[in-house]
């Protein structure tokens, strides 16, 4: 069997670190093609390197651009790459830009398309990653679900048929580097200037487009972190920089120590050594309830809903709404106690990603 990955951001590339070594040994050929949507080393090479997964074999070097430019200029350099490569299964991962262009190009030459993360809904169509995982889901031939909720929505949309449950890749991923930073095996991260790792501090993230877009909203978000009683260590994605930038907005303020973004290990770590997290990320969000953090998500909701049971992660659309009191009570809780389960799997989610590809070729 040959599959050929397509990835090009930053969560794309932690899913396929256990892809990657599920493919290793396995007998069948694992082609990666990097389709260079991200392409800072903080946001690429460092997880190749920190991860161990082997370089692209293929590189498109597209970068950034509108959604209509980016997409389709991985549409573009792809084309060739799949019908020269002729794989069995394209594999793509979650909802971005080159998720899309990477299921769209294959579909259309009529390769399988296998949709790793499929059925994940937010239900919000302001959101770019909702049209992507949308249309791929409706595109891809096989939808590898991490979760029955995910499941549920897959069948919601009349594509019962096409979906299996695998369990999510990043469990894997995650669990195994957290044993990595807990056996010591890695340096101690590089926190922002002003963070005294010995100290409890917040560990936080903002990226989406609806929280940095908007100068009067990204404004509010920061001054909100910013009232915190606990030092913020603000691992500033280059979207929230650029357009802090661009809205001469100080990210340095109150609380917020801002700095650059961590390597995979790095940012186990820091969650590890943190009181909780505050983020829009989804991977984040999950990341925190894997590593037994409270999570304060600045969104309306949230695609990974068995978080918010036992309040491991509540939903703050708009801190100012809730007043700074309550914003700040929220955000600072205690770590929760309830019980988790496993709703995400049992860290085995790529090998089974591979033995399902697999199987359902034959
Ligand atoms: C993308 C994904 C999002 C994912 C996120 C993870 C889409 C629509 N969005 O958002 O789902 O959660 O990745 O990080 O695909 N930039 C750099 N260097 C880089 C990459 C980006 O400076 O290496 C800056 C550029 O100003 C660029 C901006 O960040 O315009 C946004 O990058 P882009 O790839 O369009 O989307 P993300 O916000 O990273």
């Known amino acids: 069997m040959k599959v050929v990955s397509v990835v090009g951001a930053r969560p794309q590339l932690v899913k396929l670190a256990p892809i990657a070594a599920a493919f290793a040994g396995s007998g069948h050929e694992h082609v990666i093609v990097h ?9 690429s090479d460092v997880f190749f390197t920190g991860l161990g997964i082997p370089d692209p074999d293929v590189h498109l070097g597209v970068g950034s651009g509108s959604h209509g430019a980016q997409t389709g200029g991985v549409l573009t350099a792809i084309d060739p790459v799949l019908a020269e490569q002729r794989p069995d299964w394209v594999l793509v991962y979650g909802d971005t830009n080159s998720t899309l262009a990477g299921a769209l190009s294959a579909v259309k030459q009529h390769i399988r398309v296998a949709h790793l993360e499929a059925g994940l809904r937010s239900f919000n169509r302001r959101m770019p990653e909702e049209h992507n995982r949308v249309l791929t889901d409706h595109a891809a031939d096989l939808l590898l679900a991490p979760t029955e909720e995910a499941l549920r929505h ?7 048929e096409r979906a299996v449950l695998s369990g999510d890749v990043m469990v894997d991923v995650c669990l195994r580097v957290r044993d990595a930073v807990l056996a010591g095996e890695h340096a101690r991260p590089t926190l922002p200037d002003g963070i ?4 409890p501090y917040l560990v936080a993230t903002l990226h989406r487009p609806d929280n940095t877009d908007d100068p009067a909203r990204l404004a509010a978000l920061v001054a909100a972190l910013a009232d915190l009683p606990v030092p913020v260590a603000l691992l500033a994605h280059p979207r929230l920089v650029a357009r802090a930038t661009e809205q001469g907005l100080k990210l340095n303020q109150g609380a917020v120590h801002a700095g650059r973004p961590l390597g995979y290990a790095g940012l186990v770590a820091a969650v590890l050594g943190s009181v909780g997290v505050v983020t829009d990320s989804g991977g984040l969000q999950k990341e925190a309830y894997l ?7 600045l969104r309306p909701e949230t695609e990974w809903v068995e978080t918010l049971e036992g309040d491991w992660n509540r939903l703050i659309p708009d801190p100012d709404a809730l007043g700074r009191p309550a ?36």
């Open 196 to 199: 005294d790792p010995d100290q």
């Open 35 to 43: 389709t260079g949507q991200h392409y800072d080393a903080d946001l």
């Open 291 to 297: 590593l037994g953090r409270a999570c304060t998500t």
């Open 154 to 160: 897959l069948a919601n949309e009349g594509l019962a």
């Open 327 to 362: 914003w700040i009570e929220a955000a600072t809780r205690p770590t929760p106690s309830a019980e988790q389960g496993l709703p995400y799997g049992d860290g085995h989610a790529a090998e089974r990603v591979v033995e399902i590809l697999a199987q359902r070729l034959g």
